[in-house]
């Protein structure tokens, strides 16, 4: 069974740039979560995919988008980055949309200069 | 690898004591709690879960409690090991239809030899 797998490792960008972070789950299952994590913070929820759409979403601004593909992997889109985007962006599976453990990525460490 | 937290709380113990992490939660609406636990430059790495109506979980050398009356929630380790050295996060799902977790600001566990 493959663990939930997140690329790139890490990347850096520049404020007003844009980026596109992937993330495959495990295997089984059909629900995506991404969360962002501010240094020596908890991560907090940006939003849910299920079954391709998005299905519940943080507090985070419409230029954080997203996608899910027909085989459960996922995309993170951020556009228009601020130095603040700066984070550890985690992506998290589970099976089914409200119940289950949720399986973290090892996340991709982005930095915004 | 990088630091999870900077300025967590620290609990710090030796090895062969028992361990015992505390997390107050907000929502009194949660049916939902889990307790992860994060190493430096990794994901996090789920525990053990609760659900609402338990108030006592076990697993392999941890213990969860839930007190819906005063919103707590703690972790126990039972003989704590160097390698449960990590900090710990408490989480809550205040979602509906959707797991949305909601993080503790997490606990930094030292485990001294």
């Known amino acids: 069974e493959t663990g939930v797998t997140q690329s790139p490792t890490h990347l850096i960008k520049t404020r007003g740039q844009q980026v596109t972070l992937r993330c495959s789950s495990q295997?089984?299952?059909?629900?995506v979560s991404w969360y962002q994590q501010a240094l020596g913070q908890g991560p907090q929820f940006i939003f849910q995919?299920?079954?391709?759409?998005?299905?519940g979403r943080g507090n985070f601004p419409p230029r954080f988008s997203g996608l899910q593909f027909p085989n459960y992997s996922s995309e993170l889109n951020v556009n228009a980055l601020e130095l603040d985007d700066s984070a550890l962006y985690l992506c998290?599976?589970?099976?089914?949309?409200?119940?289950?453990?949720?399986?973290f990525g090892p996340g991709t460490r982005l930095t915004v200069t | 690898g990088e630091s999870v937290g900077l300025h967590l709380p620290t609990l710090s113990v030796q090895e062969g004591d028992n361990s015992i992490i505390n997390c107050a939660y907000s929502?009194?609406?949660?049916?939902?709690f889990i307790w992860y636990k994060q190493e430096s430059g990794k994901g996090p790495q789920f525990i053990i879960d609760?659900?609402?109506?338990?108030d006592k979980r076990q697993g392999q050398r941890v213990t969860v409690l839930l007190n819906k009356t005063v919103k707590h929630l703690s972790l126990q380790i039972a003989a704590t090991q160097p390698g449960d050295s990590a900090v710990y996060f408490c989480?809550?799902?205040?979602?509906?239809?959707?797991?949305?977790?909601?993080f503790g600001t997490g606990t930094r566990l030292l485990v001294s030899p």
């Open positions: 998290a599976s589970s099976l089914g949309a409200d119940t289950g453990e949720q399986y």
């Open positions: 295997s089984g299952h059909n629900t």
């Open positions: 995919y299920y079954r391709e759409e998005e299905n």
């Open positions: 929502n009194s609406a949660s049916d939902y």
């Open positions: 609760i659900r609402s109506n338990m």
């Open positions: 989480a809550e799902n205040i979602g509906t239809g959707f797991q949305k977790l909601v």
